[in-house]
């Protein structure tokens, strides 16, 4: 047991800060040869694979009647769901399986080194204590953006090979933002969850808490929006063109809150830009003559100026839950 | 030495419904191992926490080596080593993995830290175990690498919570001989809390004892007794005839109390009274079967103070 130690030079203050990139560090190595990784990208790669085939195969059937120049053709693999195929597009199921990633890799941040009893150990060597939550969420983060970008390449490789269009200068910004986008959409959910691990002890309580959080916004949003827009703007029997657009628009306004319309409505800005199916409210209120006149795709300027606000709230949300982790964390006790 | 390892000054950690740590003044000088003794729940952790600046005193102040862990907590935190309570590491990462983390976040570098883990984990007696998973590592192990985790940033301050709680008597022992070799060896000052006293006063320059976030006593473990006394003394007796010896023994000034065991009788007096007990039963022809004095230990002390608290081992 007697053994002499070599001596550690002791280091020097000023070398003490950015800890949260040793956090992020240890936490993405984590993440990456966790079995959850393994699952979560089995099951994505599986089906944003089947989601491509099924979209080239919707394409090329489609191809002879269109013109191969047709604007945004090459995003249609992203989106498209033939008649005869029963595999939703890829987009869809980014939005459906993006929060569960999301979840996965914030609802034990901290409440699992709670259990394991590592907490006060990580709390008491030289970092801030808010190293740790961002550290978490870096680590999180760049886990979601990298099988983002990875599964929106095996997308647009297999479009490629399969039916042969590169996209084109626009196309690629399109997609880049919905990749962002997508990003910021699941890190909302990281967030809400990882708050949950704050303030929740037991890491399967907050798992369960998000997933209950996920399932009520995304089944119960519309019809809570439905509900109250009716309260706030009645729509009697015999509706005036206005009373309608006073329903639709507090409908809209209320549904900001839920970051899946939001998520749903960027995308489809970004991604379909024929798709005019929400901005029934934009079509008015545009004193530009044209958008309503023509019936053609949406420029890329005029989505980017469409999906803004989306983005924005989504981002706020997303903020709003990681403050709301980072105050809950401050102010809570080291102990259990 | 000019510089105390630790020094609080009525140092207070009050919650909304009750005070954990009641104006604690302390002194623990360079080099020495002082026990923090107490009952569960004597707001030793309380105490601890705040020395490294992971809760915030209500009031007073704390230095540890010289700096303020509320004011400098980074400072505190890279010259003192902490080993929590049920200390945990993280299952999936073997020990050595668990080590260069902690490495990592004191922003040591490779070169340095990896012979440095090497040698403390020969050290703590796990060089067969660190490649190893720590989720499979038992109680004792995890202790035993907690204090490696803590040594590897070379702290001049080591701070163990209950290091002792739920081991066996041979990890007890090998856990107090590792203590008592760090200090001799490197010359690092051990704060160490526990709620067996009689495990860890043999390693212990002084103690202190600790009762609902006030420190009742301080010193080495041989003054304590003497501080804690209060003047009184225990005497045990047995005699022949029970019956009548009670009246005689109340009769005698300075008895305060007689706890009537089975085969002999405890009696708490303010002084020792063992000639005047002789005097007395003698004159009444009451046999004298027993006679003793006894020696307060730490351990008595300690008992009167907590109750059954500090038994429940």
């Known amino acids: ?336 | 030495m000019a510089e105390p390892a630790i020094s609080t000054v009525e140092l207070t950690k009050r919650y909304e419904d009750f005070t954990a740590v009641d104006s604690l003044n302390l002194t623990v000088k360079e080099g020495e191992i002082f026990g923090l003794l107490g009952p569960n729940g004597a707001g030793k952790t309380t105490t601890i926490l705040m020395l490294l600046g992971l809760s915030e005193p209500t009031s007073g102040t704390a230095s540890v080596t010289g700096l303020s862990p509320t004011r400098q907590p980074l400072d505190v935190k890279r010259v003192v080593g902490y080993v929590p309570d049920n200390v945990g590491f993280y299952a999936d990462l073997t020990g050595r993995q668990n080590l260069e983390y902690t490495a990592r976040l004191n922003r040591m570098a490779r070169a340095d830290y990896e012979t440095r883990i090497t040698d403390l984990v020969a050290q703590v007696g796990l060089t067969d175990a660190v490649d190893r998973p720590a989720g499979t590592y038992s109680r004792g192990m995890r202790q035993r690498l907690g204090i490696a985790d803590a040594l590897v940033k070379n702290p001049r301050l080591l701070i163990l919570d209950e290091p002792t709680i739920g081991i066996d008597p041979e990890g007890l022992r090998e856990i107090l001989d590792l203590i008592r070799t760090l200090r001799e060896d490197s010359g690092v000052t051990v704060l160490l809390s526990s709620h067996l006293l009689h495990q860890v006063q043999s390693i212990c320059d002084r103690v202190g004892i600790f009762v609902e976030g006030k420190m009742v006593a301080e010193g080495p473990v041989r003054e304590l007794a003497a501080q804690l006394k209060q003047g009184g003394a225990t005497i045990e007796v047995a005699v022949d005839d029970w019956a009548r010896a009670g009246d005689v023994m109340y009769a005698i000034p300075g008895i305060r109390r007689i706890d009537r065991g089975e085969d002999h009788w405890v009696i708490s007096a303010e002084t020792d009274l063992r000639p005047q007990i002789v005097k007395a039963l003698a004159e009444r022809g009451i046999g004298l079967l027993h006679l003793k004095l006894r020696e307060e230990a730490l351990d008595v002390i300690y008992m009167n103070h907590f109750g059954r608290d500090g038994h429940n081992s």
């Open chain 1, 1 to 336: 047991m007697a053994t002499t130690v070599s001596q550690a030079p002791l280091q020097p203050i000023r070398r003490l800060s950015g800890g949260w990139r040793v956090v992020a560090g240890k936490e993405l190595t984590d993440h990456l040869i966790s079995i959850r990784f393994f699952i979560l990208i089995a099951i994505m790669g599986l089906s944003a694979i089947a989601a491509v085939y099924s979209a080239a195969g919707g394409i090329r059937e489609a191809s002879a009647a269109i013109d191969s120049d047709f604007p945004g053709l090459f995003l249609k693999l992203f989106t498209i769901q033939p008649e005869s195929s029963r595999i939703p597009p890829f987009f869809a199921l980014v939005a459906l399986l993006g929060p569960l990633f999301g979840i996965a890799f914030g609802f034990d941040a901290v409440n699992g080194e709670r259990s394991q009893g590592t907490l006060p150990r990580l709390l008491s060597q030289p970092i801030h204590r808010d190293d740790v939550i961002n550290g978490k969420f870096v680590a999180g983060l760049s886990v979601i953006g990298l099988v983002l970008v990875l599964l929106t390449m095996i997308v647009a490789g297999v479009g490629i090979v399969r039916i042969g269009v590169t996209p084109s200068v626009s196309e690629l910004i399109r997609i880049v933002g919905y990749v962002v986008v997508s990003i910021v959409y699941i890190g909302f959910w990281l967030a809400l969850s990882s708050l949950f691990s704050v303030v929740l002890r037991k890491a399967s309580t907050s798992a369960l808490a998000a997933i209950a959080a996920w399932l009520v916004a995304s089944l119960f949003a519309l019809l809570f929006v439905g509900i109250v827009a009716d309260i706030v703007s009645p729509v009697p029997d015999q509706p005036t063109i206005d009373e309608q657009i006073a329903n639709a628009k507090t409908q809209r306004n209320l549904s900001f809150v839920f970051p899946q319309s939001l998520y749903q409505e960027a995308t489809i800005a970004l991604l379909e830009p024929e798709q005019r199916t929400f901005d029934i409210l934009g079509l008015i209120s545009l004193q530009n003559p044209q958008s309503g006149a023509i019936r053609g795709p949406l420029s890329l300027e005029q989505s980017l100026s469409i999906v803004w606000p989306q983005v924005t709230g989504l981002i706020a949300l997303t903020v709003i839950c990681f403050a709301g982790t980072y105050v809950a964390f401050m102010r809570q006790e080291v102990r259990a």
